[in-house]
């Protein structure tokens, strides 16, 4: 009996460690990059370095400075006072609230779904990373659980699916559910260094990268719009969009991003998408699930 | 059996490998100069390394048009001997049309299409540099 509980304990620990060495430099990486963010953001001091182009009064005037940690799961809002009092302004009567409801409804009514996911509060879980399948974003499991229930209508954009996405998020973060991806085998690691090194990689016929925008570019202006950060970029979906007038998935949005690059969009149930959409939710790790949104 | 997938894999790859080596070589002001090449050499160039971004998933796309429709214009307005292109795309299910100039056309298709190959193999060398922690120091 003795025996038997050493090896059970020394199976689990081994599990523990392999897991764990699965992700260490997924780890580094997340601590780096919210160092990065925590150091940018600290000080108006650091203005001139990171923000060449700003104008003294956005400055002194539009930016919070000192933001740290967990307040990034408001994306550019933390730190745009402007457009964060506007979006406060929205969220006093969400635009999203019968998409919660209607997701209520369609996890209640749609058959299989509750056996597919026995527990709404699961926003944070996702992407995950399955033996045989690869990466499995939210999107994904639900148009699955749909299709094999022979549902159809279900996109893994918008509609049906976002609103099923917004009661998942909706729940999660009334449970104070935190993002909680994990790297649990060889395999995992190389899909989120694939999705890393797409991030970084300068596509389409402005050579601008994910990261031009949303790590070196995070906090400047394009337009009238404050570029948001990575760090904190998948805490917030499904998102609310104005210029949508609609809900929709991260899915969704990546490919906009993906076309403004000047590159002929890569599907939404890409390898190329969900991988991404992998190295994006780890980069989030730890910091409170805090969908559905507005965005503009 | 194995192995011939094996080399049938192998081979496409080293194909690949191939075309993005090639571009990489190119001088695109060069190569894609209509009035020096003229519409058709500078065409060929483009037939030649699009269908090799579109394979690789970094064609190039401006204002709803993908390279390949520029190929495909180009190429019917050079065997109907005409100066402009008409381009026919959809954004959104609604049906759109624009015409440009062939020379603007051409050059613009095979810029795009050795570009999308030269980025990719640059990305190999340059991607690092924009990670925090790793190759972008702050």
Redesign the interface.
Known sequence: MKKKIIASLLLGSFALLSANSFSTQAD??R???Q??FE??FADRKNASTYFPYSTKDELDNNFKWGIKGDEFRLGSYAFDKGGRAQHDEMMDMPPFEDNIDNGKELYEKTPGMKKCFPNPAIAGDYPKFVKGKGVVTISDAIVSCAKDNKQKGWKLTKGKTADLEAYFANASKEKGKKINVVINSKEAAAAYERG??EY??????L?L?C??CH??GAGQRVRNDILSPLFGHTTHFPVYRLKWQGLGTLERRIKGCN?NQ?????KPG?T?TKELIYFMGYMSNGLPVDGPDIRK | MKKILLASVLGLSIASAGLVEDAAKLDVKKVCDVKANGAAKVLAVAKKFNPEA?KL??????LGI??KLYVKAVEEAIKAKKKEVVIKYTVKKKDKVKKFPLDYAAWRTCT?AV?ALQ?HK??DK???L?????G?K?
């Open positions: 580094k990486d601590k780096a990059l160092a990065y150091k940018k890393k090194k970084y990689t300068q596509r389409g016929y050579e990268s990261a031009t790590v070196q076309k000047g590159e002929t969009p890569h890409s190329w | 579109i998933g970094v064609e190039f796309k401006r993908r390279n795009f570009r980025l640059e990305a340059t991607w690092r924009a990670v925090p922690g790793d972008y702050f």
